[in-house]
Nanobody, 121 residues
């Protein structure tokens, strides 16, 4: 069965750091692009960062550029989000997403359950 399990969230003071992990199983992780999303109460889900298969591309929301770094370890089937210089507005539930599209257009997309990040003094 497919599993994506986020971990590493918690309470941190402004300016602090956290590293989120997304441990996966049940699919060919290396073929999938990985994205981190977040959703704060009362707000729409927001794309935070993404890394393509083979690390060909990375992208970041403007609000986190220079502070967050997405990475992946295909041997461990795990993706990471290093978050530095955290701000209160980073507070949200962070979700890991994996996506792969076949040449015929069929899409495989999986989500984790999320991990809470709270940035507060």
């Amino acid at each position: 069965q497919v599993q994506l399990v986020e971990s590493g969230g918690g309470l941190v003071q402004p300016g602090g750091s956290l590293r989120l992990s997304c441990e996966t199983s049940g699919f060919d992780f290396y073929q999938f692009g990985i994205k981190w999303y977040r959703q704060a109460p009362g707000k729409e889900r927001e794309l935070v960062a993404g890394v393509s298969e083979l690390r060909l591309y990375t992208n970041y929301a403007e609000s986190v550029k220079g502070r967050f770094t997405i990475s992946r370890d295909d041997n461990k089937r795990t993706a990471y989000l290093q978050m530095n210089r955290l701000k209160p507005e980073d507070t949200a539930v962070y979700f890991c997403n994996a996506r792969f599209q076949e040449l015929d257009g069929s899409v495989y997309e999986y989500w984790g359950q999320g991990t809470q990040v709270t940035v507060s003094s």
